[in-house]
């Protein structure tokens, strides 16, 4: 397996996968330039919050040679799940969630409403919509939660 706890020197990496993700794909959906290409930045990002010790030790990478994709979990839930643009639909993503799944037993979270790509990818390995939603904070846009 290619799974394996993240160390302190993945952070610039996993923050990388982390700006690139969200300006592909919730730019579209937010539409804040100053956000997404001003604030969301990789340096402050990695400093301020992959260092934070209750998110480090939750992280975990793809590695096969190279840093493809990553999970974030708070317990069991799914904080963050992203796998590097370039090499979406290698199964990355599945095999993130599968060892979320059977290794940190993984049963909830929540995702962007309009995320249906994602919402999509969540269902198909188990996770249903309950019907709850809460307001994606500062945003007028909802997230909506699964479980498994």
């Known amino acids: 397996m290619?799974?394996?706890k993240a160390i302190t020197d993945d952070l610039s990496r996993i923050?990388?996968?982390y700006v690139f993700n969200n300006r592909v794909n919730f730019f579209p959906i937010f539409k804040d330039e100053s956000f997404?290409?001003?604030?969301?930045q990789v340096v402050p990002l990695v400093n301020h919050y992959f260092k934070k010790d209750e998110i480090i030790r939750n992280l975990y990478?793809?590695?096969n040679g190279?840093?493809?994709?990553?999970?974030q979990m708070n317990g069991t839930e799914i904080c963050?799940?992203?796998?590097?643009t370039f090499f979406q639909s290698e199964k990355i993503g599945n095999e993130l969630i599968e060892f979320a799944i059977k290794e940190l037993h993984a049963n909830n979270l929540w995702a962007l409403e309009k995320n249906v790509r994602a919402i999509?990818?969540?269902q198909r390995?188990?996770?249903?919509?309950?019907?709850?939603?809460?307001l994606e904070e500062d945003t007028t846009e909802y997230l909506v939660k699964l479980e498994r």
């Open 66 to 71: 190279l840093i493809k994709g990553f999970i």
């Open 36 to 40: 997404s290409f001003g604030e969301l």
């Open 2 to 4: 290619d799974i394996r």
């Open 80 to 84: 963050k799940l992203y796998v590097d």
């Open 120 to 122: 999509s990818f969540y």
């Open 125 to 134: 390995h188990g996770f249903h919509l309950t019907g709850q939603k809460k």
């Open 15 to 17: 923050a990388e996968i």
């Open 61 to 63: 990478v793809f590695d």
